[in-house]
């Protein structure tokens, strides 16, 4: 099944459960928006693009349960749904996005019942378009792969960040589809492991080769001549920097020492156009995500901790940006991806 859906026989949401993963494949439902609200916090559903279709369904399942009879009270009641839902990441600028093409969608709309269809059918269009856009990213990208190359990666952009397919995954599945043998190193990614979690499970459900490093060790195989690329995806794309999961920027760095092109996969949808990496609220995480490991205290009770989930990588690190509407290269123009 896709990463996330729209259950149109219980007018619900079911997600896969990537909090379980590998150990346990489980699909949930979320029949409330508290539900799905606590899903997005734990991050059950996440990754930019899938949070996009979160934040949409989110909309679709706040209209569906509004028991509003006036047009003007459920607009009320999706416009608080909508900043709850926002609110529950604040990096990710997909959830926002999902959020609001819903929001702005039922603009359009005469009366109560078409609201509540148009919210489903615009958070199903947001959900089908994503797939369509990870497939044509990953063409565009796959041109940037060589047949043979080693492939590092950080976190997880594939399909269980997205609805299906993936941003930086979905480069290497597109790659791989055209024949090419790729090799995928997948850094660990602490604290919260999504990509010896999730990247490794998902590209050997597919058969693509991948080896598993600590994120310490990434410095030490770029400088073994082990890594021809870095492709990795984007939580939001500003002016001037790429916000990605913690532990980006240090690879960027090291790429640029050992002359590895860093690229960076995201469809349009991640772009903030005109806003810069001071007016991003980079969201700040439960120390107890350093302090265990699986339930295991890995660390002192009462330590001090500092847990921001992403970082900002500075444009003139990444050598392409990859979207659906080509691959872009420095200077990077936002005004020319825009149109
Ligand atoms: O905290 P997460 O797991 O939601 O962070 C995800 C990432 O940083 C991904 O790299 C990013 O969202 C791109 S997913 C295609």
């Known amino acids: 099944m896709r990463t996330i859906d729209w259950d149109t026989n ?3 949401i079911k997600l896969i459960d990537q909090t379980l993963l590998p150990g346990e494949y489980r699909v949930i439902e979320c029949a409330t928006l508290s539900s799905l609200c606590k899903a997005i916090k734990s991050l059950k559903v996440r990754g930019a693009p899938a949070l996009g279709a979160a934040g949409g369904f989110g909309m679709a399942l706040a209209a569906r349960l509004s028991g509003a009879k006036t047009m003007d009270s459920l607009i009320q009641d999706l416009e608080k749904a909508a900043e709850i839902i926002k609110s529950t990441r604040p990096t990710a600028i997909n959830l926002a996005w999902g959020v609001d093409r ?4 039922v603009s359009d709309a005469y009366n109560t019942s078409s609201v509540r269809d148009i919210a489903v059918e615009e958070a199903i269009r947001i959900a089908d378009e994503d797939v369509k856009i990870n497939k044509q990213l990953g063409k565009y990208g796959s041109e940037l792969l060589d047949d043979g190359d080693v492939v590092m990666t950080h976190c997880n952009a ?4 997205c609805v299906d397919w993936g941003t930086a995954l979905g480069v290497v ?10 090799k995928v190193v997948a850094c660990e990614t602490r604290p919260l492991n999504q990509g010896s979690r999730l990247t490794t499970w998902e590209l050997m459900q597919d058969d693509i080769p991948v080896t598993l490093i600590a994120d310490s060790m990434a410095g030490h195989i770029m400088r ?5 690329k870095i492709v990795v995806g984007a939580d939001r ?17 090291l790429a640029i020492e050992h002359e590895i092109p860093f690229y960076v996969a995201a469809p349009t949808s991640t772009f903030d156009f005109k806003e810069w990496e001071g007016s991003v609220k980079i969201e700040m995480r439960d120390p107890d995500e350093l302090k265990f490991i699986s339930g295991v205290q890995t660390a002192p009770e009462n330590v001090e901790v500092y847990n921001p989930a992403f970082d900002a990588t500075p444009m003139e690190n990444i050598s392409a940006i990859i979207t659906e509407k080509g691959v872009f290269h420095p200077p990077f123009l936002l005004d020319e991806i825009r149109v």
């Open 10 to 12: 219980t007018g619900t």
């Open 102 to 105: 819903v929001l702005h969608a």
């Open 158 to 161: 594939g399909r269980l960040a």
């Open 173 to 182: 599945r597109s790659a791989v589809e055209e024949g090419k043998s790729i």
């Open 224 to 228: 073994r001549g082990m890594i021809d």
């Open 237 to 253: 794309i500003t002016e001037d920097v790429v916000f990605n999961k913690i532990g980006t920027y240090t690879h960027s760095v």
